[in-house]
């Protein structure tokens, strides 16, 4: 019998695309994971009654909420779940942390670094449980290269390179703003694919290579005006189409990086390679169970690359799934963050990717926004 594990409530915002990822992860994790508590889906907060009448009930959620304000007031929420646009992020998450909630928000954790700092800020005050979705860290491939790089296998890091591609806005007919394409619209999403998907990218590097020290970068509008959705007015873009940028890591590699949602053919090519003295590595969300490997340190005549297939029960987290050689995908990223979340808070510790983690990320955007802006190399704080 399973030993009986203590509830924790949580108060989710928004029903949109994370608002399913994270219902599905709470409702899974316990399944697969030994936890110390039993995430409980107390309430579900959004603005159009009906249809978050209809989410509540397809996911088990017991009530509903139309103001996130109310939700936070809640006392029988123990964990607020931030699943809504970037504008609403700083707001929800600082009055979640002095109500004293643990608080867990979809990346990126602020639309600038200066949100991001006043988040940090409101859960060390609160010194409240926290986290950022930065979920591609819990992809076992991914997993299995920062222990390989921990280990010292690549031995002297050169170069890091990192893509993530898409082509859903290039027609001119597109209109921003809105249920759907807010991540159109500059004063909701904050920037554009920067933010959006660079961010992932950012973060990602951080967790395998470390700080990155100064950044130099151009940034694109191809489509310079769209019809807003909310105006019904033609209006000017102003987030950035197409975004790359070089950089420099503290442990000395130099980077290349390009986000783009004007790759027509490409969907979410997420990919990352980093070169070390001794070894490289390749990951690509497409593939995401594969994990391509070249060790210089191979017998010469046998040397190349090979794909291992990361869905053995000592690769990380695929003990808890099937068995060898069955691959596991996207949403079991959601799942791995919530078990380790959960753990990590049973036993009184903190977990990475933290708001803290989130802010060092924002401060990497922030930078190559003002450096595309400048043309000049702009160091990150930190
Ligand atoms: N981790 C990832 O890979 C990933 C992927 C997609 C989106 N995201 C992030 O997740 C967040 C949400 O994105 P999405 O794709 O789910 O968006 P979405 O448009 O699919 O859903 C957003 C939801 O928020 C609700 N909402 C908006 N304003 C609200 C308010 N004031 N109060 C309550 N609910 C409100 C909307 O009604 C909708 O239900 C964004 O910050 C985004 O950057 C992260």
């Given at each position: ?180 394409l807010w991540r159109l ?73 390009e986000a783009t949602r ?21 990951w690509d969300l497409h ?96």
């Amino acid at each position: 019998m399973v030993a009986k594990r203590k509830e924790l409530n949580i108060g989710l915002v928004g029903y949109g695309f994370m608002g399913r990822t994270h219902s599905n992860a709470f409702l899974q994790a316990p399944h697969f994971f030994d936890l110390p508590y039993q995430p409980v889906l107390k309430a579900l907060c959004a603005r159009n009654p009906d249809r978050a009448k209809s989410f509540a009930e397809n996911w088990g959620y017991q009530s509903v909420e139309s103001d996130w304000r109310a939700l936070v007031d809640r006392k029988d929420v123990d964990l607020i779940d931030i699943a809504s646009p970037n504008d609403t992020h700083l707001e929800i998450a600082v009055a979640a942390a002095k109500a004293g909630k643990m608080v867990m928000c979809e990346k990126p954790l602020g639309r600038t670094a200066a949100e991001a700092k006043q988040m940090v800020d409101a859960v060390d005050k609160a010194k409240v449980p926290n986290m950022v979705w930065y979920n591609y860290r819990r992809v076992p491939a991914v997993v299995l290269l920062k222990s390989l790089l921990d280990e010292g296998k690549f031995g002297r890091i050169f170069h890091y390179r990192s893509q993530f591609l898409q082509d859903w806005t290039i027609s001119t007919d597109l209109p921003q703003g809105g249920e759907g394409l807010w991540r159109l619209d500059v004063s909701v999403a904050g920037s554009g694919v920067t933010g959006d998907l660079l961010a992932h990218n950012i973060d990602m590097a951080i967790y395998l290579n470390g700080a990155i020290t100064e950044v130099t970068a151009m940034t694109e509008t191809f489509i310079k005006e769209r019809k807003h959705n909310l105006t019904g007015k033609v209006q000017p873009v102003g987030i950035d189409d197409a975004s790359a940028f070089l950089c420099r890591f503290d442990n000395g590699s130099m980077a290349l990086f390009e986000a783009t949602r004007y790759a027509r053919g490409h969907k979410a090519l997420f990919t990352l390679e980093i070169n070390g003295e001794k070894a490289s590595a390749a990951w690509d969300l497409h593939d995401l169970h594969r994990l391509e490997y070249f060790d210089h340190r191979d017998e010469s005549r046998l040397r190349g690359w090979k794909s291992v297939h990361i869905t053995d029960g000592d690769h990380p987290y695929m003990k808890n799934w099937w068995v060898p050689g069955l691959q596991i995908g996207y949403e079991h990223t959601f799942i791995h963050q919530v078990a380790d979340f959960l753990i990590a808070v049973g036993g009184g510790k903190s977990v990475a990717p933290s708001f803290r983690d989130g802010l060092a990320t924002d401060y990497v955007t922030d930078a190559v926004l003002a450096s595309a802006k400048t043309k000049q190399w702009v160091k990150v704080p930190h």
